[in-house]
């Protein structure tokens, strides 16, 4: 099946700084989507990006598909930008949304 | 617009014993899928469903089943509980030509002793 990779695992910023976290996928995707996953355990969708550039607030994303990677860019982190970020794909040939390790993200007062 | 809701939020369960877990979908998604996310990591695919019928199905055994029922609400069933079932489940709904991915419910979070 599709591996996804995410960099780095861990991430400690404090508040106020820039950050880039990182996906590579293995395989073509008709899917990519970037979640924040908060202390109760929701998913939240941050974006719907196969391809393309999209930003919303102090967020944006940025996928390369022919080189097969994807990149989450959070700027003026904020406390409560804390938690697990994980990037998900699907494969043009599955039904499963596949799932990186994600980066646990701790942003600092 | 109502989003993914589940049912219950918190469980706990003897070893061996049956559990049913409960989801409903977004308005207007007809497909729902499961996932199990152990402690410390990414959400493991489980099945889906499309129009009642199971169209994809991960890495679980037999006891792990399920149904979707023509509301497109689902249930997931799980047998024999073992210990290494504790995990947070997830249900996921989306809908055909949607252009934003999966919309995630906030989960069952499942305790097996």
């Known amino acids: 099946g599709i591996q996804v990779e995410q960099s780095p695992p861990d991430l400690i910023l404090q508040e106020g700084a820039n950050s880039t976290l990182r996906c590579n996928f293995s395989d073509s995707v008709n899917n990519l989507q970037w979640f924040h996953q908060n202390p109760w355990g929701q998913l939240i969708n941050l974006f719907y990006?196969?391809?393309g550039t999209k930003q919303n607030g102090r967020l944006s994303a940025t996928t390369v598909a022919t080189e097969r990677y994807s990149l989450l860019y959070i700027s003026s982190s904020q406390t409560t930008d804390s938690g697990v970020y994980f990037c998900?794909?699907?494969?043009?040939?599955?039904?499963?949304?596949?799932f990186g390790k994600g980066t646990s993200l701790l942003v600092t007062p | 617009e109502t989003g993914v809701t589940q049912s219950p939020t918190h469980l706990i369960k003897t070893r061996g014993q049956q559990v049913t877990l409960r989801c409903s979908s977004q308005s207007g998604h007809n497909t729902v899928s499961w996932y199990q996310q152990a402690l410390g990591q990414g959400p493991q695919f489980i099945f889906q469903y499309y129009r009642e019928e199971e169209n994809g199905r991960g890495n679980f055994p037999p006891r792990f089943s399920g149904l979707q029922f023509p509301n497109y609400s689902s249930e997931l069933n799980v047998n024999a509980l073992e210990l290494d079932d504790s995990a947070l489940y997830l249900c996921?709904?989306?809908?055909?030509?949607?252009?934003?991915?999966?919309?995630f419910g906030s989960g069952t979070r499942l305790t097996v002793v």
């Open positions: 998900a794909v699907n494969s043009n040939s599955g039904y499963a949304l596949n």
């Open positions: 996921a709904s989306s809908g055909t030509g949607t252009t934003y991915g999966y919309t």
């Open positions: 990006i196969p391809s």
